[in-house]
Structure formats: C-alpha cells, structure tokens
Nanobody, 126 residues
Framework: QVQLVESGGGSVQAGGSLRLSCVAS?????MGWFRQAPGKEREGVAA???????SYADSVKGRFTISEDNAKNTLYLQMNSLKPEDTAMYYC???????????????????????WGKGTLVTISS
C-alpha cells in the first residue's frame, strides 16, 4: 500500500515562493502534483516520467519546478512567482502506469492516478 503525505502549503503574497514536499511510503512508480481550486476540477500541475523527465501544465511553466529525491522517497514542487490563481489544494499523486506526465495538461491525467495524498492548501493573496 502506498501512502503519500504532503507538506509545505501556506499563505503568501503574490510574487512569493513556496516549496511543497510529498513523502512516499511504498513503491511509488511515477509521481506528480495536481491541484484543485474551489469550484473547479482537479487538474494536473507537474509530473516526472519514468525516464526522469518533467512535464508541466502550461499555466505553471517557467514558474514551478518538480524534482524528486529517491533516497528520501520525497517529491518536491518549488513554486515561484506565485499568482492568486495558483490558490488551490495541492495533491501528490502516484501512477503505476507512468502516464500522467504525458497527460499533465488539464484534467485527463487524474484518471491514471492510483494513489492520492490528502493535500496541502496553498493560498496566494494579491
């Protein structure tokens, strides 16, 4: 059984930065980050493919960086130049098929997620 525990969320002003972490227990295959804003569907943010390459949603390209430390079983999301529209609950995800990276745009990738964390809240004020 895979367990994912996120941390690092918080409230910052626009233009600020946050780093999210996700500690995984169990074999986690490919991993990524999704987010869900109030009243909206859960959407992809970033993911790492089986070859280690990263994919990003267009809305966060150039601002967010996904990385992983396999020795610590930890996935990170460095978020810079934050905007009010980045406000959402951020979820860590694990995908045994390693498909979410190629489907990170929009909401399609979520259908391939096998395990979800409980989320960490990010609030950006203008």
């Amino acid at each position: 059984q895979v367990q994912l525990v996120e941390s690092g969320g918080g409230s910052v002003q626009a233009g600020g930065s946050l780093r999210l972490s996700c500690v995984a227990s169990g074999y986690t295959y490919c991993m990524g980050w999704f987010r869900q804003a109030p009243g909206k569907e859960r959407e992809g943010v970033a993911a790492i493919d089986s070859d280690g390459s990263a994919s990003y949603a267009d809305s966060v390209k150039g601002r967010f960086t996904i990385s992983e430390d396999n020795a610590k079983n930890t996935l990170y999301l460095q978020m810079n130049s934050l905007k009010p529209e980045d406000t959402a609950m951020y979820y860590c995800a694990a995908d045994s098929s390693c498909v979410i990276a190629e489907r990170i745009q929009g909401t399609k990738g979520r259908d391939w997620v096998d395990y979800w964390g409980k989320g960490t809240l990010v609030t950006i004020s203008s």
